[in-house]
């Protein structure tokens, strides 16, 4: 019974070493800022850095697109519409409209695509949370590439505006969206980018 429970504890040792090893290697990469593509526009600060580091590393050509439109697009001037960046790997949609009221704002996350969600005019709030142990309502569509989940469910609340962008991964539910009080219609811009 002592080897086995050592033997339990030298084992738990070396994943928490494998973990903390993997976080720092993503937090040098993260602000060494080489994925950045010349941006300036932070990202927020709620953004899960060693899955970041994963997809961009898969496809750093899609990441690089979708930074470069940003770098490289007056945002406020942008009209909305459909914008295709890379085919069906990067693409992006600009909207102006009236965020959604909290009640109507819905839990969800995506398996076939990354999110890259900035409000470029205005102010609202966005809801993030992990995948882990997520109460699904309504299942995966393959379709739509969304699932989901609970309105009740608990998540981090933050406010999304044009100081700097979010990304989701299909390991972030989200809840994106959210009308702040006496905030009008906002212009937002939300890019797929296809997930690894």
Known sequence: MVKFSIFLLAASLTVFAAYAQQQAAA??????GGWRQGLQLPVHESIDQPEFMRQYQAHPDWWNKA??????????????????????????????????????AKWHSHKKYCDIQYVIQGKEQVGVAPITGAPIITPFNDK??????????????????????FIFFPSDVHRPFIKVEGAGAVKRVRFKVRSA
């Open 67 to 104: 930074f470069a439109f940003m770098r490289d697009h007056n945002m406020d001037t942008l009209p909305p519409g459909h914008y295709v960046i890379d085919g069906d790997n990067v693409y992006a949609d600009i909207t102006v409209n009236p965020s959604t009221p909290f009640e109507e």
């Open 144 to 165: 739509g590439d969304s699932q989901f989940y609970s309105q009740d469910m608990k998540g981090h609340y933050y406010s999304a505006t044009p100081a700097s962008f």
């Open 27 to 32: 937090t040098k990469w993260f602000k060494s």
